[in-house]
Structures are given as C-alpha cells and as structure tokens.
C-alpha cells in the first residue's frame, strides 16, 4: 500500500486524512516535524507521496530532483513524489486548487486588481493562479508593509485573498486587513477553512461581499495530489462530494430559542444522533463560575452572567463538529453572533409560551414571558440559518433538525 501523508509544524487539526480517505486507498498519515528533522525525514523517511503545508512548502524545494513547470513558477511546492532510486518530485497543487475556488465561486478575475496577503508558499500559488487568469495587476502585502497600516493607499481593488495564517484555529477573530477601507472590493477569499468564516470573512458578509473560505481550494488541491500520488486520474465531482461531506461534518449545530424551549434536552438527542460532542453554554458558565446561576445573578447581576456567558460562547464556537446549546439571552449582545457564525449552524427552537416552565430562570421569572419573547424574537429570527418547532414529540423535532442538517 502506497505510504502518503501531510509533512509540517503542527498538524491537529488537519482534514487531510479524512480527505485522502474519501480520495483513494492509500495509507494518509500526519508527519508533524521540526525543521531540524526535515532533511532526514525527506531523504531516509518511509514515505511514498507528501503533501507539505506551512512551514515547509519553500523549505522542500532543495530537496527536489525534479520540480514541475508549476512549482518552478512559484518557488513552492506542497505536494511530493519519491521517484525510483529515491529522487523527489515537487509539484504545487495550490495553484490548480485555488483556480477551483474561483469557478466555484463564480467569480472572474481577469482584468481585475488584486491584493494578495502574505509572501508563503500559499500567497506565490494564488499569485500564479491569478496570473494565469488574466488579472491586470496583483499586488502582494507582507508583514510591516504600508498598506497594512493603511489599506486605503491599495486604491480601487476588486479582488482580496488572505494567504497568511491570520485568524486561524486557534487563534480565531484576528484579520490581517479591514475591507471596509477598500474601496470597490467585489470578493474575498480566505485559504484558512478553519474557522470557516474568519474574521476577514465576516467583515465581507456584514459589508455584503461576496466571499469563500479555503475548504473548496483544500479539498480541490488535495484531489490533484490524489492523483499524483497513485497515477490514477479522478473525476472532478469528488472535489464537491468532498467538500460538502467535511462542510456538513465540521460545521457545530448551534441551538438558540427562549429559556425553557427545550434546547438542552433536543442538544442531547441531536448528539447521540450524529455521534457528537455535545455541550451547554450554561453548564460551561456554571462550571467557569463555581456556582450556579441564580448565585452569579445574585452576586453580580445579569451583567456578570452575560460577561461570563460571551466568555463561554468565544471558547466553544471555536470549536468544530459539536452539538451546542446556548442560553435564552445570548442574542442579547450582537458581539456573540460572529463568535457562534463562525463556525456554526443556528437553529431556532421556537415552543408556545403557554409551555415554557420559569422556575430556577432569573429572567424567565422576573420578566413578563411574552414581553420577553416580543424582545427577543426578532432577535432569534435574525440569527437563524433555520427554524425548527418543538411543539411536538421530541422524535418528531428530532427528525425535523435533522433534515433541516441535510439541506
């Protein structure tokens, strides 16, 4: 069986196994090593295909017998074939990735004017990608330049793609430009997938620009590489299959609706039904805290619990492929709606008033219920993705949320 893997620094939370396993059968392991063991893992190692993310994807090239027209254009190579007799091959199949993006997105890019974050391995590929689709002018931005500190001297560009690891897992809200000091800017790109809406992302769908994250390029890139790896052409469809499979997986189902609709309890069964981890943003503040509840309002108010409560949702909608649900009152503050976006799904369970209990709710029971759903429901309804009704037996709510998931 072929030996492949993915060769770089840090490598948890890669998708790439999950990818090669719906591409081929081929052994896919994570190669995680420090540049002091790249020489002898690349030369001696028991591998057969690599491909090679940050840091490494200019680091391999002097290791490469061979190199491809692609890779020799960008100095950059993130895909690797050992050859008969131990010589190496170097290939860039971020520049066939990133091509892949853009039909997917609809978006045409020649003769447009681009800015192009960072000056790695992934910024030379969407460089070449963007020569080869004609764009008029391409203007790359590394670390300290002026336009960093002041994005309005780009003048008139259409098109912003962010190759650098700004604002991803772990290290989620962070953007390495603001698009609002643009001027003309009609798409935005993202290579990081994780988050799936990064911040620059965000940014673009509050301004109403059109945008993509990195996991259609990951999973088109990764389908080339298949092919290299076993000689074995593949059909192009695989690339949607598969992105759509990791999108559905890795996506968190977000539950939001009034105290006491029940999201606590449909959370547990929508995670036994999909294998998933399940949490309650309101035993997570609990557990934070050391009390519960109506303790923290009554040392501290409803300020506290709410400052605990966007404490609590920053850290878990950080996190992919759960089950959540969160408080009544959490879309009481704006500032926690890209925080649960941005990696999530968000289902309002909506229940009668007539049936929502208040006892142990301190704002449940110190409110007036239906003013409080008059309040908050416009609320609900702008951050929903979907609406689901638990009115009914909890097998039939059950079915409806997962339906509603396959769509």
Not at 62 to 75: D, M, Q
Not at 135 to 144: K, M, Q, W
Not at 170 to 188: S, V
């Amino acid at each position: 069986m072929l030996r492949c893997g993915l060769l770089g620094g840090k490598l948890g939370h890669s998708y790439s196994p999950r990818i090669h396993a719906m591409l081929g059968d081929y052994e896919y392991r994570l190669y995680e090593k420090a540049p002091a063991e790249l020489e002898s893992f690349l030369l001696r190692g028991d591998w057969d295909g690599l491909n090679v993310t940050i840091p490494y994807k200019k680091s391999v090239l002097r290791y490469c017998s061979a190199l491809s027209e692609t890779a020799a254009h960008t100095g950059s190579v993130n895909t690797l074939l050992r050859l008969p007799g131990g010589r190496i091959y170097g290939e860039n199949t971020d520049v066939f990735g990133f091509e892949a993006l853009l039909r997917h997105a609809g978006y045409e890019a020649r003769g447009k004017r681009a800015a192009v974050l960072g000056n790695g391995g992934g910024a030379a590929a969407v460089c070449e990608a963007l020569r080869r689709q004609g764009t008029a002018e391409v203007i790359t931005l590394c670390r300290g330049s002026e336009y960093f500190s002041d994005p309005s001297l780009l003048g008139d560009i259409q098109l912003v793609i962010n190759a650098t690891p700004v604002g991803m897992y772990p290290n989620n809200g962070a953007a390495a430009i603001e698009l609002r000091a643009l001027r003309g800017c009609e798409f935005a790109a993202d290579l990081i997938y994780n988050p799936a809406r990064s911040a620059l992302l965000l940014e673009a769908e509050r301004l109403g620009i059109p945008c993509a994250d990195g996991l259609y390029m990951l999973s088109a890139q990764a389908k080339r590489s298949s092919e290299i790896f076993t000689g074995t052409e593949l059909d192009d469809g695989l690339i949607d299959r598969v992105e759509r499979t990791l999108r559905r997986e890795e996506r968190n189902v977000i539950l939001i609706g009034m105290p006491g609709c029940g999201k606590s309890s449909m959370a547990r069964l929508l995670g036994e039904a999909l294998g998933r981890r399940v949490y309650d943003s309101d035993d997570e503040i609990v557990r934070a805290a050391g009390c519960d509840i109506p303790a923290i309002f009554a040392r501290g108010g409803e300020e506290e619990f709410r400052s605990l409560e966007t404490q609590t949702l920053r850290e878990l909608g950080k996190l992919s492929g759960a089950v959540i649900a969160t408080g009544g009152g959490c879309v009481t503050r704006e500032e926690n709606y890209p925080l649960l976006h941005q990696n999530g799904v968000l289902i309002w369970l909506r229940r009668g008033l007539e049936k929502l209990p208040t006892d142990g709710r301190p704002i449940s029971m110190s409110a007036d219920l239906g003013g409080l759903y008059a309040r908050r429901a416009p609320l609900y309804a702008r951050w929903a993705d979907h609406t689901v009704s638990n009115d009914a037996a909890p097998e039939n709510t059950l079915r409806e949320l997962l339906a509603v998931l396959e769509t």
